[in-house]
């Protein structure tokens, strides 16, 4: 509590910086719609269905077998959704379906903390209508040609047949022919905080070696019968639902991730001056914001996104449970945020995958007018008057986004984006947050 004091001092309204920094001008903004591919699919129980007819999947459960489903820790669309229709196929079939998180370190590393997390997808017993068996101890199933150790959730271990859930997607982190995925699930996921800290260990560049290796001895030493891996169009919605037999994902998820990266968002505009982002969590972004979208990558082992001076960040989203891993790719955040950072819950994420910068502090301001003036203020050689400004909701909603008058000329010469209204100050309430 003291440094949380110490910090509302530094921070405060009314202090030596914020008379610094008040007299910035803040641009008139008006919102955008940037066009993209909006092809998703309408019935997910169905489409589930469907797919779970392929042979080599939902066929390989046997009447009695207890089955384990993963859930992992990301704001998946439909994952509630997903699950429950395997949960319930699993029945008809016979078998006795439970769920397990796969989410490697997250949830501060604890049973409570990962089956918190799922509760806040919906995925709970009450609702899937079976046990959701969260716990963080493992076990040794092999060990890898390069010597590495493989451990998978020991509830997994005991069970008859796992079906691995995923999304799959670029990483924020490196980039390779296998990145966020089904790969990465069985590797890190089902490995736990202890399998996800062999997997990190040799740092972010290895990455793609390290959770290839380690899938290849967990698929053969271990009783996963299939995968389910869904893709989300640029608007946050599932647009591919596909079922793939074990033996097969390693040769079914490249293409996968191709549309994936086909299909993600961006922010139309080539350089910026500032970015705003109203939210960052753990359910958004694995970085808390996708860097592949907002271009505030934390290794330089994976590039794109947007290019701008100055990133400011005003919340954390309660679904991350107080995990503030991103706010350190930020340079300016302010007191609420930082109040809403558990480091128990932020500090372990950080620890275990050896990338420190996101789990680090930008400069806190006492409010959100305070964040934007310092950002503008502080960036070089640019129009101080009329700056380039963006603001987006989250790194997952960016159909709709809001820009400052510096960036009208280019917007207008987009035939992908379309202006609504008219150009408007920014409002702030009594305590100069933005409504």
């Avoid at 610094?20 to 919102?31: A, H, L, T, V």
């Avoid at 207008?412 to 150009?423: A, Q």
């Amino acid at each position: 509590m003291e440094h949380i004091e110490e910090v509302k001092k530094i921070a405060r309204a009314d202090g030596s910086v914020a008379a610094i920094i008040s007299r910035q001008p803040i641009p008139r903004m008006c919102k955008i719609k940037q066009k993209f591919n909006d092809f998703s699919i309408n019935d997910i129980r169905t489409e589930t269905k469907q797919k779970l007819q392929r042979q080599g999947t939902l066929d390989r459960v046997k009447k009695g077998q207890r089955i384990a489903i993963t859930a992992g820790s990301r704001g998946v669309a439909n994952i509630a959704t997903v699950i429950r229709t395997i949960a319930d196929e699993i029945k008809r079939a016979g078998g006795s379906p439970f769920i397990i998180p796969a989410m490697g370190s997250h949830g501060g590393a604890t049973a409570e903390g990962q089956s918190e997390i799922l509760t806040g997808y919906d995925i709970t017993e009450a609702t899937m209508k079976c046990p959701v068996l969260s716990g963080m101890e493992t076990v040794r199933i092999g060990v890898t040609q390069e010597g590495k150790p493989v451990y998978i959730d020991k509830n997994a271990a005991e069970a008859d047949g796992i079906i691995v859930v995923g999304r799959v997607k670029p990483h924020t982190a490196f980039h390779g022919k296998y990145e966020s995925g089904l790969i990465k699930m069985i590797t890190i996921g089902l490995g736990k905080q202890f399998g996800a800290e062999i997997c990190n260990a040799e740092s972010f560049k290895y990455m793609e070696k390290n959770i290839t290796s380690i899938a290849k001895v967990t698929l053969k030493n271990s009783k996963i019968l299939f995968g389910v891996a869904l893709v989300e169009n640029a608007y946050d919605e599932t647009r591919r639902i596909e079922t793939i037999p074990a033996e097969y994902i390693f040769d079914e998820e490249p293409a996968l991730l191709e549309e994936a990266r086909s299909n993600m968002p961006v922010i139309m505009f080539e350089k910026i001056d500032v970015l705003i982002v109203d939210e960052i969590g753990k359910d958004i972004s694995g970085d808390g914001m996708d860097p592949n979208i907002t271009g505030t990558f934390c290794t330089p082992y994976a590039t794109g996104g947007t290019n701008q001076q100055r990133t400011v960040v005003l919340d954390i989203t309660d679904n991350s449970h107080g995990n503030g891993i991103g706010l350190g790719m930020a340079d300016f955040s302010v007191q609420r945020a930082f109040n809403k950072m558990d480091f128990e819950m932020t500090y372990p994420n950080a620890v275990t995958s050896t990338a420190l910068g996101p789990a680090k502090l930008p400069l806190i301001m006492a409010n959100d007018k305070l964040a934007i003036q310092a950002a503008i203020k502080t960036c070089n050689n640019i129009d101080y008057n009329n700056p380039k400004v963006v603001r987006i909701k989250n790194s997952l909603k960016i159909g709709e986004i809001y820009i400052s008058e510096g960036l009208l000329v280019e917007a207008k010469k987009n035939p992908r984006i379309e202006i609504f209204g008219e150009l408007e100050e920014m409002v702030f309430d009594a305590n100069n947050n933005l409504f």
